[in-house]
């Protein structure tokens, strides 16, 4: 079954930076999309940002374009997520997802649209 192990989150500073990682199992990963959502104390799970099959295409939630890079490499099976000048407002547990959605051409932006998600990752920005 496909599995998804985030890894890289922590405690820093605003204004540092982080690089989160998600390591996939189970099916062939240069397939499927990729996606990365966050969840915040009190607050509903978000999207952050999406990745295509190849990595040619990225989309990204408004709050993090800019500061945010998603990026994978196929041959190791990860998607990474490189977040610089984090804020407080940051702060939040990050998840990996994919879905069942072979080769797809749009970008998925909505929890419904992935079908495997990890653990997550807690990720704390101090002010």
């Known amino acids: 079954q496909v599995q998804l192990v985030e890894s890289g989150g922590g405690l820093v500073q605003a204004g540092g930076s982080l690089r989160l990682s998600c390591a996939a199992s189970?099916?062939?990963?240069?397939?499927?999309?990729m996606g990365w959502f966050r969840q915040a104390p009190g607050k509903e799970r978000e999207f952050v940002a999406t990745i295509n099959w190849s990595g040619g295409r990225t989309y990204y939630a408004d709050s993090v374009k800019g500061r945010f890079t998603i990026s994978r490499d196929n041959a190791k099976n990860t998607v990474y997520l490189q977040m610089n000048s984090l804020k407080p407002e940051d702060t939040a547990v990050y998840y990996c997802?994919?879905?069942?959605?072979?080769?797809?051409?749009?970008?998925?932006?909505?929890?419904?649209?992935?079908?495997?998600w990890g653990q997550g990752t807690q990720v704390t920005v101090s002010s």
């Open positions: 997802a994919t879905s069942d959605v072979l080769y797809g051409s749009s970008f998925q932006t909505r929890e419904y649209e992935y079908n495997y």
């Open positions: 189970g099916r062939t990963f240069s397939r499927y999309s």
